[in-house]
């Protein structure tokens, strides 16, 4: 499985980015995908996982709320929706797949899309 994750950028607090996680190879319908997220000097942490169907649905804390993550099986492609931005959520936001929407599930990553939030 491939995974191409685009639509980072540099917005301003309070603002909205969606980012897109475009796949290939293996049957992306039959894969949860989920996205994740790493700041400068920290580790990479989980922010939202979608199972195959889109029916079960999984955030962190600290998103909850502001972000929305969705898919289209028919596009073979992953959204993430981030609403109200931040500065605390400036990291590189990466894609990933897998065979349960469990972030320890994640086998497949593509690289990072950048996401800046100015205060």
């Known amino acids: 499985v491939q995974l191409q994750a685009s639509g980072g950028g540099l917005v301003q607090a309070g603002g909205s980015l969606r980012l897109s996680c475009a796949a290939s190879?293996?049957?992306?319908?039959?894969?949860?995908m989920g996205w994740f997220r790493q700041a400068p000097g920290k580790e990479r942490e989980f922010v939202a996982t979608i199972n195959w169907s889109g029916n079960t649905i999984f955030y962190a804390d600290s998103v909850k709320g502001r972000f929305t993550i969705s898919r289209d099986n028919a596009k073979n492609t992953a959204y993430l929706q981030m609403n109200s931005l931040n500065p605390e959520d400036t990291a590189v936001y990466y894609c990933?797949?897998?065979?349960?929407?469990?972030?320890?599930?994640?086998?497949?990553w593509g690289k990072g899309t950048q996401v800046t939030v100015s205060s």
């Open positions: 190879g293996r049957t992306f319908s039959i894969l949860a």
């Open positions: 990933a797949a897998g065979a349960t929407p469990s972030s320890d599930a994640m086998a497949y």
